[in-house]
Protein backbone atom coordinates (compact mmCIF):
# COMPACT_ATOMS: atom_id res chain seq x y z
CA UNK A 1 0.00 0.00 0.00
CA UNK A 2 1.08 3.55 -0.31
CA UNK A 3 0.19 5.70 2.48
CA UNK A 4 1.52 9.01 3.97
CA UNK A 5 0.53 8.75 7.34
CA UNK A 6 1.51 5.80 9.51
CA UNK A 7 0.73 4.61 13.13
CA UNK A 8 2.72 1.18 14.68
CA UNK A 9 1.94 -0.45 17.55
CA UNK A 10 5.33 -1.24 19.92
CA UNK A 11 5.47 -2.74 22.96
CA UNK A 12 4.55 -0.41 26.08
CA UNK A 13 8.16 -0.55 27.59
CA UNK A 14 9.39 0.67 24.69
CA UNK A 15 8.05 4.19 24.62
CA UNK A 16 10.30 4.86 27.67
CA UNK A 17 13.80 2.90 26.51
CA UNK A 18 14.15 3.64 22.91
CA UNK A 19 15.97 6.72 21.56
CA UNK A 20 14.14 9.20 19.29
CA UNK A 21 15.96 7.56 16.51
CA UNK A 22 15.64 4.36 17.35
CA UNK A 23 11.67 4.96 17.59
CA UNK A 24 11.98 6.64 14.01
CA UNK A 25 13.39 3.60 12.63
CA UNK A 26 10.66 1.34 14.45
CA UNK A 27 8.31 3.29 12.06
CA UNK A 28 7.49 1.88 8.70
CA UNK A 29 7.64 4.36 6.04
CA UNK A 30 6.37 4.96 2.42
CA UNK A 31 7.15 2.03 -0.46
CA UNK A 32 8.83 0.50 3.42
CA UNK A 33 8.62 -3.44 2.46
CA UNK A 34 8.07 -3.81 5.99
CA UNK A 35 4.82 -2.10 6.10
CA UNK A 36 2.58 -5.00 3.92
CA UNK A 37 3.88 -7.30 7.13
CA UNK A 38 3.13 -5.39 10.04
CA UNK A 39 -0.41 -4.74 8.55
CA UNK A 40 -1.15 -8.30 8.32
CA UNK A 41 -0.29 -8.79 11.76
CA UNK A 42 -2.02 -5.83 12.79
CA UNK A 43 0.78 -3.88 14.25
CA UNK A 44 0.51 -0.99 11.63
CA UNK A 45 -2.06 0.76 9.93
CA UNK A 46 -1.24 3.60 6.71
CA UNK A 47 -3.36 5.86 4.99
CA UNK A 48 -2.99 8.07 2.20
CA UNK A 49 -3.73 11.42 1.98
CA UNK A 50 -7.01 11.46 4.97
CA UNK A 51 -4.75 12.26 8.19
CA UNK A 52 -5.03 16.16 7.86
CA UNK A 53 -8.94 15.50 7.49
CA UNK A 54 -9.23 12.49 10.28
CA UNK A 55 -7.59 15.24 12.28
CA UNK A 56 -10.19 18.24 11.41
CA UNK A 57 -12.60 15.53 11.81
CA UNK A 58 -11.89 14.52 15.29
CA UNK A 59 -10.76 18.02 16.88
CA UNK A 60 -12.07 21.17 14.97
CA UNK A 61 -15.70 20.96 15.59
CA UNK A 62 -15.83 21.87 19.51
CA UNK A 63 -18.19 18.84 20.38
CA UNK A 64 -15.22 16.98 21.95
CA UNK A 65 -13.04 19.72 24.15
CA UNK A 66 -11.71 15.86 25.55
CA UNK A 67 -7.94 16.47 25.10
CA UNK A 68 -8.00 12.74 23.63
CA UNK A 69 -9.45 13.86 20.46
CA UNK A 70 -5.68 15.23 19.49
CA UNK A 71 -4.34 11.71 20.45
CA UNK A 72 -4.91 9.15 17.19
CA UNK A 73 -3.63 11.16 14.27
CA UNK A 74 -0.92 13.20 15.26
CA UNK A 75 0.13 12.00 18.79
CA UNK A 76 -0.92 14.72 20.34
CA UNK A 77 1.06 17.64 18.61
CA UNK A 78 0.30 20.11 16.06
CA UNK A 79 0.28 18.85 11.99
CA UNK A 80 3.29 21.33 10.48
CA UNK A 81 2.18 22.68 7.32
CA UNK A 82 5.64 21.48 5.92
CA UNK A 83 4.92 18.25 6.89
CA UNK A 84 8.03 18.51 9.36
CA UNK A 85 7.56 17.30 13.12
CA UNK A 86 8.62 19.61 15.62
CA UNK A 87 12.65 18.93 16.68
CA UNK A 88 12.47 15.61 14.54
CA UNK A 89 11.21 13.43 16.73
CA UNK A 90 8.79 10.50 16.26
CA UNK A 91 5.57 11.30 18.44
CA UNK A 92 4.91 7.77 20.61
CA UNK A 93 1.86 7.14 23.17
CA UNK A 94 2.32 5.63 25.84
CA UNK A 95 -0.16 2.85 27.12
CA UNK A 96 -2.33 5.09 29.00
CA UNK A 97 -2.38 7.70 26.01
CA UNK A 98 -3.34 5.03 23.42
CA UNK A 99 -6.19 3.82 26.11
CA UNK A 100 -7.15 7.44 25.81
CA UNK A 101 -7.26 7.63 22.47
CA UNK A 102 -8.97 4.21 22.01
CA UNK A 103 -11.72 5.23 24.30
CA UNK A 104 -12.50 8.57 22.36
CA UNK A 105 -12.70 6.88 19.11
CA UNK A 106 -15.00 4.16 20.88
CA UNK A 107 -17.18 6.52 21.86
CA UNK A 108 -17.26 9.28 18.78
CA UNK A 109 -19.61 9.00 15.99
CA UNK A 110 -16.59 9.12 13.26
CA UNK A 111 -19.32 9.46 10.43
CA UNK A 112 -21.28 12.31 12.13
CA UNK A 113 -18.30 13.97 12.78
CA UNK A 114 -16.90 13.80 9.26
CA UNK A 115 -20.93 14.76 8.24
CA UNK A 116 -20.69 18.00 10.35
CA UNK A 117 -17.22 19.13 9.46
CA UNK A 118 -18.39 18.98 5.39
CA UNK A 119 -17.31 22.63 4.67
CA UNK A 120 -13.95 22.61 6.88
CA UNK A 121 -13.04 19.35 4.86
CA UNK A 122 -13.55 20.56 1.42
CA UNK A 123 -11.89 23.79 2.05
CA UNK A 124 -9.09 21.86 3.17
CA UNK A 125 -8.98 19.84 0.91
CA UNK A 126 -8.59 22.35 -1.73
CA UNK A 127 -5.94 24.57 0.02
CA UNK A 128 -3.82 21.11 0.31
CA UNK A 129 -4.18 21.07 -3.39
CA UNK A 130 -5.66 17.42 -3.76
CA UNK A 131 -6.35 16.48 -7.41
CA UNK A 132 -10.22 15.96 -6.55
CA UNK A 133 -12.27 18.16 -5.26
CA UNK A 134 -14.07 16.77 -1.85
CA UNK A 135 -17.09 14.84 -2.39
CA UNK A 136 -19.08 11.95 -0.65
CA UNK A 137 -16.54 9.49 -1.85
CA UNK A 138 -13.88 10.97 -0.17
CA UNK A 139 -15.93 11.53 2.90
CA UNK A 140 -16.81 8.08 2.91
CA UNK A 141 -12.81 7.07 2.75
CA UNK A 142 -11.98 9.68 5.96
CA UNK A 143 -14.58 7.70 7.91
CA UNK A 144 -13.17 4.20 6.57
CA UNK A 145 -10.07 5.74 7.50
CA UNK A 146 -11.58 6.52 10.80
CA UNK A 147 -12.83 3.34 12.29
CA UNK A 148 -9.71 1.90 10.74
CA UNK A 149 -7.53 3.77 13.10
CA UNK A 150 -10.50 2.92 15.97
CA UNK A 151 -10.01 -0.42 15.36
CA UNK A 152 -6.23 -0.21 15.14
CA UNK A 153 -6.23 1.97 18.77
CA UNK A 154 -8.67 -0.61 20.31
CA UNK A 155 -5.99 -3.72 19.64
CA UNK A 156 -3.17 -1.86 21.00
CA UNK A 157 -5.17 -0.67 24.07
CA UNK A 158 -6.23 -3.96 25.00
CA UNK A 159 -2.75 -4.96 24.43
CA UNK A 160 -0.91 -2.34 26.32
CA UNK A 161 0.86 -1.33 23.50
CA UNK A 162 2.32 2.33 22.70
CA UNK A 163 2.11 3.55 19.53
CA UNK A 164 4.18 5.70 17.13
CA UNK A 165 3.36 8.40 14.59
CA UNK A 166 5.17 8.61 11.12
CA UNK A 167 4.36 10.83 8.51
CA UNK A 168 5.99 10.02 5.02
CA UNK A 169 9.20 12.08 4.37
Same mark, same amino acid.
Given at each position: M?????WH????R??? #???PE??G??V?????VR???????G??L?V????????LA?????L????????? /?Y???????D? %???????? /?????Q /?? %???????DS?LG???R?Q?? /???? #?????G?????S??????????????????A??A %???D?? %??????
Amino acid at each position: MRADHFWHRLPGRAAG #TCSPEQLGELVPRDRDVRYDRLAAAGLALGVRRTAVLMELALTENGLHPDPAARLP /VYGGGRHQPDG %ALPDGAVP /VLRPEQ /VA %AASAFLRDSALGELVRQQNS /VLAR #TAVHLGYPTPWSEAWATLVVHDLRELRDFFARAA %AAGDAV %AVREAE
